[in-house]
């Protein structure tokens, strides 16, 4: 998380405390204006149902916004998957043309792919990628 980040989000989170101590204070006076003389301070109950109102909206707003932050990480997350992915293809291609070319040796990759590969399915997977050699990978 960048700086300037988490510096926004800890001023959102103190205003957002000023908020929740505003709206507070707004209900007592309000239970206060009701209980003294509800017509002759109308004005003052029309700006606390419109101050509710607005917080309201702010609230609904702010789940959406939490909503699209979430997608937005999961959307990241799936483009560095597929980056990850496509990275991991080019290398194997890399190596596979290093391979044909004699870059590398086949003796080498082959030890290398014993030491990494763990379950059957994956050395199945290579075990006739070497097919020239006498060993196989099992």
Do not use: C
Not at 26 to 51: F, H
């Amino acid at each position: 998380m960048s700086k300037i980040r988490k510096e926004l989000e800890d001023q959102l989170a103190k205003k957002l405390l000023e908020r929740d101590e505003l709206l507070a204070e707004m209900r007592s006076v309000r239970s206060a204006v009701v209980k003294d003389n509800p017509k002759k301070n109308k004005w003052l109950l029309t700006a606390i149902e419109r101050i509710e109102k607005l917080d309201k909206y702010i609230s609904q707003n702010n789940n959406r916004i939490q909503d699209i932050d979430k997608r937005k990480e999961k959307a990241d997350e799936a483009i560095n998957t597929r980056k990850h992915n496509q990275q991991k293809y080019l290398l194997g291609a890399m190596v596979e043309h290093l391979l044909k070319t004699d870059k590398l040796s086949k003796d080498f990759v082959r030890k290398e792919l014993d030491r990494f590969l763990r379950r059957d399915y994956d050395i199945e997977l290579f075990s006739d990628y070497f097919d020239d050699s006498v060993e196989d990978l099992s």
